[in-house]
């Protein structure tokens, strides 16, 4: 513990400049302090490692080595009792609340003001000294008691020395002491303090809590955390709120103060300092003011302004525009320089652009300068600079505002790539690119419109007419194309030219007036392309489109027409009208006579008797198709051997046939067969081998419609055939199916139910009448998870309104993949067997209230022997629970003499599953002593003949027992006595005879 100081105050100078230390070392020397200074934060760390000797350090936050509020953070570490007070060139709001936030006593502006310096380091320094004084006040009390009575009264010289100076030091300061007495809540507090709440000398009843009740109601939590934080978390205590007078003025305080532990380190006093500031905040609020307005329209202006410290470059002040570009916060960018953020080749161009604005005291026009940002790329900037000067001309800031021009830049260049890329579309494009006259004259031509035409060299075919290029059959299209052109029209024409070799081609015009800025005559500019294939395409095109046209048809009639010989004539009507048939039939095979029936036919012949109406295997051009499995395509039916009508062909002019087999998994199903008068093409095969395709998968889907059908009603008459009721649920819960049980139960129609949330219909109460919520009901659970549920205690409802209790089992319901489509609900009324176990409850209570009032100890047991029963007798016998008696049985009870006897004669009963009787002694738990009981049992058969329950009683025979003994002990006695007669009277006659 530091002694008090009888020296003058030192004060601790931190600051890299020279004049300023020189400067407050003249006028605090002047005030009667001592004055030290230092130049870095490393060095004055040093310096104030305890014990030192300053009562206060005046600390600037721009050091060469450390940032000022790293060393305001650790010279706070060091000694919390130290005030600090911050002179630098840094005036951002911000940074000021960063400070006072790390325990700064003041935060001073530079260039400062003299004797507002001198009023803080007065403030700071009597602050220091009262907490000097309250440590060595609290050092003293432990101290022994004479030691006590002479420090006591050294104290008191200094204090009144010292209280003093304090004084004086408080009314300048606006500042008063206090003092808490935690454990009595006694608040003691100096004149000043009464002054600054507004009080009169002695009006204040000396209580925390009215204390509280002059702070301004909004800040109360504010003060009570604050303390709360300082005795609980050890906290330093420092906190800014407002009190109230008593005539309702607001007014502002500053409050710091030091916790005193006492011996077992829990708090006992709270001493500190409070002081007026209303003026310093009302100066704050006016500067937050007047610098929210100033920022506000700095923040909006469109370009980036920034102000750097004119003596490190250090950037102390950015607008929101500039913290857009170059993409970090304001924060995160205030302090630093250029070098944190752009590159070093880019830093150092900026830095020596800012040294010449400095040394030349002027503004420099920077009209392009390029800068790499974080979120926007490589930005384009127009930037001005302009030196801020002091009264002396001595630059103390740089000014800096920047356009940002990336998108004029970036127009100008696209403008210079347009034109790049224009030249070499022209000279290097595929397409052909020609200005023609008025008159049609070629007036320019590219490589590629050249190559077009087979030029060799541009000078054949300049200054020559282009109509001479167009076909005959597509001039007089061109030509009104290219007048309406001229007419300041845009057009687009294909049409076919030849070249000046005679090739002709297909080619796409796109065509636009084009006005000549040198000739002032409006000419014709086109694109041109080479579409040959593609006209070629086109002509494939129109021939798929016929191919798929034919197959919608077909697919649209197979979905239509479910009976088969209505679809395979639709298939054949579809051939006839879209290959442009003579006529088309289908055979399919009647596989046990291997005989081809003719089952559809359309166009010129619609009729299925005939000749042809029954084609043998391999007769014929249909049977050989069919013999042979591979499609025929001929152009030459007149004349083929395989037609055996050649006169019919020639009358009817029949001049190709196409005919395709029907086959499934290598199976003939039958052949597909049409006549033309016009030639036939592949394009046709690949048509009849599409519909054959449809048709034989229709016929396959017709053979497994059938099949599903049949198991379909197979389940239909099952599910129907079932007394349980079963319905199918769909991944939304609706119903799928119903089965007749279903709907006898619940008096639904079937559709009332199908489509329908069974859950909201008759599932929606639990049987208390209690909303049963979807959600937790097991059938929509097993929807969910996949998983069984079997629920026997819960009721569906009626249509009419009443319930009924259920035993349910609701399964999921899974595809080949595994993933879940539904599931099936089979439900029975267990209406009657509720009833039942309603009367077995009912009769199980009676017998248990029968067996709780006959006097014998009576118990069940399972079929292995186990107990499940005991009545209370049994429980009161023997002293333990009832639990006790199920879990571990009555063995230990028996008598030792008893025990192995009674296993061997239950072991024997429960084998022949008889009755069994026998005597025993069990242990009474009361008095410890042994009692005669008569145990009876009897097996309880079920309706198959099995032993469900074994039924048992035990009766105190001990009485019994003792009588029986009695009646031996008098019968053993009255035969003594009969012995002993006989014995004397025999006696008797042998003393006679003496």
């Known amino acids: 513990m530091e002694a008090a100081r009888t020296t003058p105050p030192t004060v601790l100078v931190v600051d890299d400049e020279t004049d300023i230390c020189l400067a407050l070392s003249d006028f605090l020397g002047n005030e009667g302090y001592q004055v030290e200074s230092v130049e870095t934060g490393n060095e004055a760390l040093r310096r104030v490692s305890p014990p030192h000797p300053y009562s206060a350090v005046i600390l600037d936050l721009g050091l060469p080595d450390l940032d000022g509020l790293i060393v305001l953070q650790r010279l706070y570490s060091q000694d919390a009792t130290l005030p600090v007070i911050i002179l630098t060139a840094h005036g951002d709001q911000k940074e000021k609340i960063a400070t006072l936030k790390h325990h700064a006593f003041a935060h001073l502006i530079k260039p400062y003001d003299r004797q507002e310096v001198i009023e803080m380091v007065h403030r700071a320094v009597a602050a220091k000294n009262l907490t000097w004084k309250a440590a060595h006040a609290e050092e003293a009390l432990t101290s022994s008691e004479t030691q006590r009575q002479v420090e006591q009264q050294r104290t008191q010289t200094l204090l009144s020395k010292s209280e003093q100076r304090l004084t004086l030091a408080l009314k300048a300061g606006n500042m008063g002491i206090w003092d808490w007495h935690i454990p009595t809540d006694h608040l003691i507090w100096s004149e000043e303090v009464a002054g600054i709440f507004g009080l009169a000398p002695g009006t204040f009843d000396g209580t925390h809590k009215e204390y509280v009740s002059f702070v301004h109601p909004e800040d109360r939590s504010l003060l009570e955390e604050s303390i709360r934080r300082t005795l609980e978390d050890d906290a330093s205590y420092d906190v800014e709120h407002r009190v109230v007078w008593p005539t309702g003025e607001v007014r502002w305080v500053a409050c710091k103060g030091q916790v005193v532990e006492n011996e077992q380190g829990h708090p006992q006093r709270m001493l500190g300092t409070v002081q007026d500031i209303t003026t310093r905040k009302q100066a704050e609020i006016h500067l937050q003011n007047s610098q929210k307005f100033l920022t506000s329209i700095v923040d909006n202006l469109p370009h980036m302004i920034f102000v750097k410290n004119a003596k490190d470059l250090r950037f102390i002040s950015f607008n929101q525009a500039g913290e857009e570009l170059l993409g970090y916060p304001k924060e995160w960018m205030i302090g630093k320089t250029d070098s944190d953020f752009f590159s070093k080749s880019e830093a150092d161009l900026f830095t020596r652009k800012d040294r010449e604005v400095l040394s030349g005291k002027s503004l420099i026009d920077i009209p392009e300068e390029v800068i790499q940002t974080q979120f926007h790329g490589t930005r384009y900037l127009h930037t001005k600079k302009i030196p801020i000067l002091d009264e002396e001309g001595t630059p103390q800031y740089l000014l800096g505002i920047s356009e940002d021009i990336t998108e004029q830049k970036l127009a100008e260049l696209e403008r210079r790539e347009r034109e790049i890329l224009l030249h070499l579309i022209f000279e290097t494009g595929p397409g052909c690119i020609k200005r023609i006259a008025a008159d049609g004259t070629l007036l320019h ?178 049977g050989l198709i069919a013999a042979e499995r591979k499609p025929i395509l001929t152009n030459m039916v007149i004349g083929d051997p395989r037609v055996p009508d050649q006169e019919w062909a020639k009358r009817e002019g029949m001049m190709a046939f196409a005919g395709y087999p029907l086959i499934s998994n290598q199976e003939v199903l039958g052949v597909m067969g049409l006549f033309a008068r016009h030639p036939l093409t592949e394009f046709t095969l690949k048509s009849l081998g599409m519909v054959g ?143 039942a176990e309603k009367v077995l409850q009912e009769s199980e209570e009676r017998f248990r209230l029968l067996n709780e009032a006959i006097p014998q100890q009576v118990w069940t047991a399972r079929p292995d022997g186990s107990l499940d029963y005991v009545n209370q007798r049994v429980i009161e016998y023997f002293g333990c629970s009832f639990d006790e008696m199920i879990g571990n049985g009555w063995q230990r009870f028996l008598h030792p003499d008893d025990l192995p006897g009674c296993l061997e004669r239950w072991a024997e009963a429960r084998n022949a599953r008889q009755a069994y009787e026998i005597e025993f002694r069990l242990l009474r738990a009361k008095d410890k002593t042994f009692r005669w009981y008569l145990g009876r049992a009897l097996p309880i058969f079920d309706q198959h003949d099995q032993v469900v329950k074994w039924f048992g009683t035990n009766t105190d025979i001990t009485q019994l027992k003792e009588l029986e003994n009695q009646v031996r002990q008098s019968q053993k006695m009255e035969a003594i006595g009969t012995l002993a007669g006989g014995i004397a009277h025999d006696f008797n006659n042998i003393l006679m005879a003496i």
């Not at 030849?498 to 500019?525: C, D, M």
């Not at 046990?592 to 359309?602: I, M, N, R, T, Y």
């Not at 079963?726 to 008096?747: C, K, R």
């Open 693 to 835: 395709d449809r048709i034989t998968v229709a016929l396959e889907r017709q053979v497994t419609k059938d099949e599903k059908n049949k198991l379909a009603l197979f389940q239909e008459r099952l599910l129907a055939s079932m007394g349980e009721g079963i319905y199918g649920l769909g991944l939304d819960g609706n119903a799928t199916f119903v089965n007749p049980a279903v709907l006898e139960v619940t008096g639904y129609e079937e559709d009332e139910l199908l489509g329908q949330s069974p859950h909201v219909l008759l599932h929606h109460s639990k049987p208390n009448g209690a909303p049963y919520p979807q959600e937790d009901c097991p059938i929509h659970n097993s929807l969910r998870d996949g998983s069984v549920y079997h629920i026997d205690s819960e009721v569906f409802w009626r249509k009419d309104g009443s319930s009924f209790p259920v035993e349910y089992v609701t399964t999921p319901i899974q595809n080949d993949q595994g993933k879940l489509e539904g599931a099936v609900v089979a439900f029975q009324d267990i209406t009657h067997r509720k009833q």
């Open 445 to 622: 031509i590219n490589p590629a419109g050249l190559e077009l035409i087979e030029a060799e060299y541009a000078s054949e075919v300049l200054g020559h007419s282009v109509f001479d290029l167009v076909v005959p059959e597509h001039l007089d299209a061109f030509k009104q194309m290219h007048q309406e052109v001229i007419q300041g029209k845009k057009r687009t024409l294909q049409f076919e030219v030849q070249s000046i070799k005679g090739t002709r081609s297909w080619i796409e015009t796109y065509a636009v007036p084009f006005k000549n800025p040198i000739t002032n005559e409006v000419e014709h500019l086109a694109v041109t392309h080479d579409i040959t294939k593609r006209k070629q395409a086109d002509l494939d095109l129109v021939e798929r489109n016929r191919m798929l046209e034919l197959d919608v048809e077909v697919a649209t009639v197979i979905n239509q027409k479910e009976a088969i010989p209505d679809l395979l004539q639709g298939c054949t009507e579809a051939l006839v009208r879209h290959l442009d048939a003579a006529f088309a039939r289908i055979w399919c095979l009647d596989e046990p006579k291997q005989v081809l029936k003719l089952c559809a036919s359309s166009g010129l012949y619609t009729h299925l008797d005939g000749p042809h109406s029954r084609v043998p295997m391999g007769k014929f051009k249909i």
